[in-house]
């Protein structure tokens, strides 16, 4: 069975630091899109970062976390990460990673994606 566990959510305050973990069993991220998607209360879920698979390592990110945020992998753990930097109240959401997909889009999103994780809730207040 194919596992996402995500790891590493919780709470900071405002300008505070996150990285969240996206640790994959029974299936490798090796030759596989990863993705971060977020949902907040009330909210439509959205894409917010996407890392194209192993030979193209791209990363795409939401217009609203470029500069902030950072995706990348490691696939000899079979591990991805999103490094959350200046985190700002409207980051709180509970956050996702997805993988497979058929492509990384420019905005950050991954389209038709193959395995949801279960979520990690990131709460960013004072």
């Known amino acids: 069975q194919v596992q996402l566990v995500e790891s590493g959510g919780g709470l900071v305050q405002p300008g505070g630091s996150l990285r969240l973990s996206c640790a994959a069993s029974?299936?490798?991220?090796?030759?596989?899109?990863i993705a971060w998607f977020r949902q907040a209360p009330g909210k439509e879920r959205e894409g917010v970062s996407c890392?194209?698979?192993?030979?193209?390592?791209?990363?795409y990110y939401k217009e609203s976390v470029k500069g902030r945020f950072t995706i990348s992998r490691d696939n000899a753990k079979n591990t991805g990460y999103l490094q959350m930097k200046s985190l700002k109240p409207e980051d709180t959401a509970v956050y996702y990673c997805?993988?497979?997909?058929?492509?990384?889009?420019?905005?950050?999103?991954?389209?038709?994606?193959?395995?949801w994780g279960q979520g990690t809730q990131v709460t960013v207040s004072s």
């Open positions: 997805v993988v497979g997909g058929d492509y990384c889009s420019g905005s950050g999103s991954l389209i038709r994606p193959d395995y």
């Open positions: 029974g299936y490798s991220l090796r030759g596989h899109r």
């Open positions: 890392i194209s698979s192993y030979d193209d390592d791209r990363t």
